[in-house]
């Protein structure tokens, strides 16, 4: 009797024992507001994170990142916690992971050290070569999602007086990449840097800065293939979206750019290096107060070519170079070693098409097409263009070098150095 009421204690005790560790949540388990489980969501509270915008919680992202990316669960995803302020360092997330698709969920703000002392930096040669705030490489199927009112501060305010390299956020050696619903603001360089990537697709992006921010490029891509770019305002101190070297089928849509300097592609060609940009598609852009609108810009002395690029649906509003390829590009920082110089070679830029480009110029020269005097631009073409001055009574003009194409429709203004239809 005694043995069977010691066995029936045991036997309560362990169910007592089983039941309390079943209701204790896992340690990479979230419930939702219905209390359902949600084991497949990482959070960063859950690994110590405070997100009182002072308290460093880059070691709880690490640890939770390296939760989300080694999970077998199917499409886990890193949360960040809405009504909580996030201040990391410098983080380089790696891939690839285990599952098919990785989801980072930021519903929280996050924010850059304010001290340039914080990001250790190496200074050479006269600048600041610096650890991106967030870089994401050799991932696939990764999704990064926002929600509305929730900003990536890179608090660039401290950094725009220095000579610096540092960009917000990468997407470095990567496939099948979606960016949404971000807002990022204030980088100390460049915000969104796209590279050796293929098959992006950002959409509903936020970008902002101050006009004066120096080289605070909006989104830069590079050696990069099938990337999109839709939906979104950008608006900064240099341009809105650059497109650089080694870059094909690019699709650009529905995109508000200003302040900045427009969409360019390029600068391509520097110091005699060889270029391969072609099939970028822009349209549906307006364009408020930059200093360029569509731009092509190469190096005298450069190789290769930028081809099969097409403008079109392009509103300006008191640009200053609404249409512009410039071949003999030289930075300011470079101008006594390249200017006038003989090109020897050039970038060759050919069929370009510029189709339904309205607006208005605040420059007395509309369109310019300043061609290298070795190899001309081909395959250039105008149609539907009317882009009056922003002043009233004054009439816009055009220059040409070195350029030859078709114009058709109504061309205001006239492009003499092209065949008209």
Known sequence: MEASSNLFVIIIMLLFLVGSVQSRPLPDQTLDDQGHDTTHVFSLLNYGAVGDGVTDDTQAFKEAWNQVCNSSLPSPVLHVPSGKTFLLHPLDLEGPCRSANVTVQI?????????????????????????????????????????????????????????????????????????????????????????????????????????????????????????????????????????GDATSFINISRISCGPGHGISIGSLGRGGSTAAVENVHVSDVEFSGTSNGVRIKTWQGGKGYARNIMFEKIQFYDVVYPIIIDQHYCDRHFKDSCQNSDEGSAVKVSNVTYNQVYGTSDRPTAIKFDCSETVPCTDIVVNNINIPSTRRGRKTSSYCQNVYGSAHGLVIPRVPCLQYA
């Open 107 to 243: 519903m929280g703000n996050m924010v850059a050290p304010s001290d340039p002392s914080e990001w250790q930096c190496d200074y050479l040669e006269g600048s600041y070569n610096c650890p991106a705030f967030l870089t994401f490489q050799h991932m696939n199927n990764l999704y990064i999602t926002g929600s509305e009112g929730i900003t990536i501060d890179g608090q660039g305010h401290n950094w725009w007086d220095l000579s610096c390299h540092q960009t917000t956020l990468i997407i470095r050696q990567s496939s099948n990449v979606h960016l949404r619903n971000l807002n990022i603001m204030d980088g100390p360089n460049m915000h969104i840097f796209i590279q050796a990537s293929s098959w992006i697709y950002a959409s509903n992006i936020t970008i902002s800065a101050p006009k004066s921010s120096p080289n605070t490029d909006g989104i830069h891509i590079q050696y990069s293939q099938n990337v999109f770019v839709s939906d979104s305002i950008i608006g900064t101190g240099d341009d809105c979206i650059s497109i």
